[in-house]
């Protein structure tokens, strides 16, 4: 079991930035991938960003891709997601995920593992 935490949502100004943080804890050695997804209610959940826990390689979504960057501390358990140039259309609850096997990472069905989200606003 992956218990995830995310923290740093809030409100902020379009063209601002924010930096989200998922704190991972229980068997953390099984995580292949982390990654970051986003949803609104009634609509699909959207794939933002993931990263190979071990090896480190990124991966993005078109629609963040250039905007958003995905980091992590191994040392400390704790995924990052450093959103600059926000428009108010990234303004949805987003989701840190663990996935525990190799697979499609830009998939959330992949993903095993979810924290509870946390809210970003992005006011025009």
């Known amino acids: 079991q992956v218990q995830l935490v995310e923290s740093g949502g809030g409100l902020v100004q379009a063209g601002g930035s924010l930096r989200l943080s998922c704190a991972a804890s229980?068997?953390?050695?099984?995580?292949?991938?982390m990654g970051w997804f986003r949803q609104d209610p009634g609509k699909e959940r959207e794939f933002v960003a993931a990263l190979i826990w071990n090896g480190g390689a990124t991966y993005y979504g078109d629609s963040v891709k250039g905007r958003f960057t995905i980091s992590r501390d191994k040392a400390k358990n704790t995924l990052y997601l450093q959103m600059s140039s926000l428009k108010p259309e990234d303004t949805t609850t987003y989701y840190c995920a663990s996935a525990v096997a190799p697979g499609a990472v830009r998939a959330f069905r992949q993903y095993s593992y979810w924290g509870h989200g946390t809210q970003v606003t992005v006011s025009s």
């Open positions: 229980g068997d953390t050695f099984s995580m292949y991938a």
